[in-house]
T-cell receptor, first 115, second 115 residues
């Protein structure tokens, strides 16, 4: 099955700086890549996603980029704020194959934004 | 309010004592799934269900059972819990089988401790 690796496992930045979290995947057939944010003691929630026919997607301060050739995708957060502090999970899915609908998660990145 | 409801939120039990964690969604979602979250290991899928009476193993199914007799309910059963099943468990659902444009809605989580 798919293997998703996520780096770094922890990331500390100063408020206002940018944060970048990177993920790689193994199955070239994967075509959908969501990112989930989990605040302390809360449930994970989708914050942004991208399909394989798009190279970049942006939503206010967050953006996701995808490099299909290299099989990696990244989450970029600009102008970080303390409320961005959370665990972020990347995931990959192949919605057209035998593993239809299965989401494979990375191990998560604990982002801490210092005021 | 649209939601995924898990019960109980916290559970402490002893080795070998059968237990059930309930999960119910009120959004008429097709797909339901169970994950366990452990430090450093991220979210790992235990079982999933694409429809009523259709269930399949995820990545870590050993020691668990599920059933999907009705669309809204997807209980997780531990027939003989062991300490290595101490974890944070999340139930999740989404509108359709395909991941794309159908985000996972997570429950609040069940923290299980097996002594």
């Amino acid at each position: 099955g798919e293997n998703v690796e996520q780096h770094p496992s922890t990331l500390s930045v100063q408020e206002g700086d940018s944060a970048v979290i990177k993920c790689t995947y193994s199955d070239s057939a994967s075509n959908y890549f969501p990112w989930y944010k989990q605040e302390l003691g809360k449930r994970p929630q989708l914050i942004i996603d991208i399909r394989s026919n798009v190279g970049e997607k942006k939503d206010q301060r967050i953006a996701v980029t995808l490099n299909k050739t290299a099989k990696h995708f990244s989450l970029h957060i600009t102008e970080t704020q303390p409320e961005d502090s959370a665990v972020y999970f990347c995931a990959a899915s192949n919605d057209g194959g035998s593993t239809l609908g299965r989401l494979y998660f990375g191990r998560g990145t604990q982002l801490t934004v210092w005021p | 309010e649209a939601q995924v409801t898990q019960n109980p939120r916290y559970l402490i039990t002893v080795t070998g004592k059968k237990l059930t964690v309930t999960c119910s969604q009120n959004m008429n979602h097709e797909y339901m799934s169970w994950y366990r979250q452990d430090p450093g290991l991220g979210l790992r899928q235990i079982y999933y269900s694409m429809n009523v009476e259709v269930t399949d193993k995820g990545d870590v199914p050993e020691g668990y059972k599920v059933s999907r007799k009705e669309k809204r309910n997807f209980p997780l059963i531990l027939e003989s819990p062991s300490p290595n099943q101490t974890s944070l468990y999340f139930c999740a659902s989404r509108r359709q089988i395909s991941s794309y444009n159908s985000p996972l809605h997570f429950g609040n989580g069940t923290r299980l401790t097996v002594t």
